[in-house]
């Protein structure tokens, strides 16, 4: 069983900063990417970030020169969130990539960005 445990989410004013983490937990061998994805009310998930187990990169447009992904050790990762803005409101979540395919999800946590 795998779990995943995110934290790091709340109210912030536009223009502040948020970091979320994620640790995974649970019986697996490794790990290939690590993501974030977000919801917005009335809208689909999407894909925020993602981080391979080589250290590559990649980000929506939306959020590239304000967010970084990275992997602080092979089982947590974390989404450092700068000039954050109005749209960035949305439910945040984590998301892995066993070897060998699986994908697992974490409860999501809640960005606000409103004065």
């Known amino acids: 069983q795998v779990q995943l445990v995110e934290s790091g989410g709340g109210l912030v004013q536009p223009g502040g900063s948020l970091r979320l983490s994620c640790a995974a937990s649970?019986?697996?061998?490794?790990?290939?990417?690590m993501a974030w994805y977000r919801q917005a009310p009335g809208k689909e998930r999407e894909l925020v970030a993602t981080v391979t187990n080589r250290g590559s990169t990649d980000y929506a447009d939306s959020v590239k020169g304000r967010f970084t992904i990275g992997r602080d050790n092979a089982k947590t990762v974390y989404l450092q969130m700068n000039s954050l803005k109005p749209e960035d409101t949305a439910v945040y979540y984590c998301n892995i990539e066993l070897a060998g395919g699986s994908h697992y999800w974490g409860q999501g946590t809640q960005v606000t960005v409103s004065s």
């Open positions: 649970g019986s697996f061998f490794s790990i290939n990417a």
